[in-house]
Antibody
Framework: EVQLLESGGHLVQPGGSLRLSCVTSGFTFSSYAISWVRQAPGKGLEWVSGISSSGGGTYYADSVKGLFTISRDNSKNTVYLQMNTLRADDTAVYYC???????????????WGQGTLVTVSS | QSALTQPASVSGSPGQSITISCTGTSSDVGGYNYVSWYQQHPGKAPKLMIYEVSNRPSGVSNRFSGSKSGNTASLTISGLQAEDEADYYCSSYTTSRTLGVVFGGGTKLTVL
């Protein structure tokens, strides 16, 4: 059974940093790209960042470029999202999601985690 | 990346069919066949319903179908059922400004 489990979300002050983790199981992790998608309270989905199966390709939304860094450890079946200089409008539930195609990133997301809540507030 | 344009809401009665549109540009919807649709019930994670414009993942009802014409993609749900009431989001691979994914603003489907 494919599973993705996010962790690391909590309350942080504006300007602070946070690292989210996405631990996966049930599929050949090193063959699939992973993305982070966020959803602000009461709002729609926003793609944040993606990483290729090898980790050699990383992609970011304009809103987080230069502030967030995505990485993966294929030995631990885990993807990370390092978030720096957080702002109030980064407050959201952050989902990690698996791409549905082998060795192809940014196609479609067939499995999602349950999400982790990041709240940026003083 | 600018969000794809979806209607804020649509509604239909049980048994009827509805269509949700998703309009982008030649840098996303019109330029690539990586258009997807997701269903999201309140408090739940999104669920993939359609990928690559018109393909259904295993386990998704054949009442759900997708298509594309030019810069506009569409999701059609036939034989509406109460459990179809949810938010629906389209997404597309995009090369506008940078490589990435862009989502639509979402459409609230109400089954009357």
């Amino acid at each position: 059974e494919v599973q993705l489990l996010e962790s690391g979300g909590h309350l942080v002050q504006p300007g602070g940093s946070l690292r989210l983790s996405c631990v996966t199981s049930g599929f050949t992790f090193s063959s699939y790209a992973i993305s982070w998608v966020r959803q602000a309270p009461g709002k729609g989905l926003e793609w944040v960042s993606g990483i290729s199966s090898s980790g050699g390709g990383t992609y970011y939304a304009d809103s987080v470029k230069g502030l967030f860094t995505i990485s993966r450890d294929n030995s631990k079946n885990t993807v990370y999202l390092q978030m720096n200089t957080l702002r109030a409008d980064d407050t959201a539930v952050y989902y990690c999601a698996k791409d549905n195609l082998w060795f192809r990133e940014l196609s479609a997301f067939d499995y999602w985690g349950q999400g982790t809540l990041v709240t940026v507030s003083s | 990346q600018s969000a794809l344009t979806q209607p804020a809401s649509v509604s239909g009665s049980p048994g009827q069919s509805i269509t949700i549109s998703c309009t982008g540009t030649s840098s996303d919807v019109g330029g690539y066949n990586y258009v997807s649709w997701y269903q999201q019930h309140p408090g739940k994670a999104p669920k993939l319903m359609i990928y690559e414009v018109s393909n259904r993942p295993s386990g998704v009802s054949n009442r759900f179908s997708g298509s594309k014409s030019g810069n506009t993609a569409s999701l059609t749900i036939s034989g509406l059922q109460a459990e179809d009431e949810a938010d629906y989001y389209c997404s597309s691979y995009t090369t506008s400004r940078t490589l990435g994914v862009v989502f639509g603003g979402g459409t609230k489907l109400t089954v009357l």
